[in-house]
C-alpha cells in the first residue's frame, strides 16, 4: 500500500509541476498506463508528428503505472486526460462522485498476454494454478486488474492477485520468482517468448467478455471538460488522426520503433500481429451493459448505472449507445 501511495504521489507531483501557461496553442496534460506500449505511444508519436499541433493543441506527458494509477491523476486535477483507464475502475470512481467522464474508447479487446517462466508447472489456459500461487496486475481498478477477476471467475480458478505496477516491473518480479503468472504487452517478452526464457499461457482476447468490450477508455476531469469542451473534441480529433496515419504511412513504424527503443521490424510486427485498428476505435464503450453486470459482481459499483447517469459518465462521439463501428481495414 505505501508503494501503491508513493507512486501516485510522483506521478501527482510530476503533473503538477507541468506549467500552464498561456501559448498559441491549448495545454492539455496527460496521464497514459505503461510507456512503451502501441496504444501508449500515439499522443506522443501524434505529437512529433504534427498532428496535434495543426488542431492547435500542445500535449504534456506523464505516464504511470497502470490504469488505476491515471484515473486517479484525472479526478485529482493533476492532469486533464487519462488514457487507458480500466472501465470497471471508471465506473466504480463515477458511482462513488468522481468528477470523471468517458470521452473516448481505448481499446475494445486487448494486446495483453500472460506468461509464466519457463520451468512453472502452469500451463496453457492457466491449467495447473494453485490458491497459493499469485497472479499479476497492475494497479487497483486497471485493466489487467479486471482481466485477472475476469479469468479467474470463467476459468473457476484462484490465485493471489498481487499488484506489481508496470510492465517491465512485472516482468522482474516473475523471473525473480517473486511473483507466479505475470502480465505482459508487445513489445516487452516477446524476446523472451523467443528464446524460450518464459511461456505464454494465455491471451487477454480469449475470453468473449474482453474481446468484444472497451475495457479501456480515455477519461476527463469533468471540471475542465466542462469548461474547455470544444478543446476536447478537437484532442479526440487529432487522437483519431494519428491513429489513421499510425496505420498507414511506415514513417509511424520508424517513429514508433525510435519511442520504443525497438527495431523497426519488431515495431511491424508489434502494430500488425497485435494491434488490428479496430481495438484502436473511439467512438463509444461497447459492452457497456455487461460491463456494469462485472462491476457490480467484482464490487466496483453497487447498482447499475441508471440512463441519466451514463448519459453524464459516457460523453463519446456516438454516445452510450451509440452505433457499432465499422471493420476497418489496415
Known sequence: MLTKLIAGAAVAILA????????AEDLLRLAIGQRGLWDSSIAEIGQGAGVFRRSGLELQVVYTSGGG??????????????????????????????????IAGEATGT??????????????????????????????GSGTHITALRFMKERNF??????????????????????????????????????????????????PSVRNQTVRVIIANATDLARRRETYERFIRAYGETIEWMYADDKAIAAYAQYAAI?????????DDFYP????????V????????????????????????????VQTRAGPEGPPPQPNAR
Do not use: C, H, W
Open 16 to 23: 503538477a509541476g507541468m506549467p500552464r501557461q498561456a501559448s
Open 69 to 102: 494509477e491515471t484515473q486517479q491523476a484525472v479526478i485529482s486535477g493533476s492532469v486533464d486526460i487519462g488514457v487507458a483507464a480500466g472501465t470497471l475502475g471508471v465506473l466504480g470512481a463515477y458511482a462513488k462522485g468522481a468528477p470523471v467522464r468517458i
Open 111 to 140: 494486446a495483453e498476454y500472460y506468461f509464466v517462466r519457463a520451468d512453472s508447472p502452469v500451463a496453457k489456459g492457466f491449467a495447473g494454478v494453485a490458491p497459493n500461487m499469485t497472479l499479476a496486475y497492475s494497479t487497483a
Open 158 to 207: 484462484s490465485a493471489r492477485l498481487t499488484a506489481t505496477g508496470s510492465v517491465p516491473a512485472t516482468f522482474t518480479q516473475v523471473m525473480s520468482g517473486q511473483v507466479d503468472i505475470g502480465f505482459s504487452t508487445p513489445p516487452f517478452g516477446l524476446d523472451a517468448l523467443e528464446k524460450g526464457q518464459i511461456r505464454l499461457i494465455a491471451l487477454a482476447n480469449d475470453l
Open 263 to 271: 527495431s523497426p521490424a519488431m515495431a511491424r510486427r508489434v502494430r
Open 277 to 284: 485498428k479496430t481495438m484502436l476505435q473511439l467512438d463509444r
Open 286 to 313: 461497447m459492452g457497456l451493459a455487461e460491463m456494469a453486470e462485472d462491476a457490480i459482481a467484482f464490487k466496483y459499483i453497487a447498482r447499475p448505472l441508471t440512463a441519466a447517469q451514463t448519459a453524464e459518465l
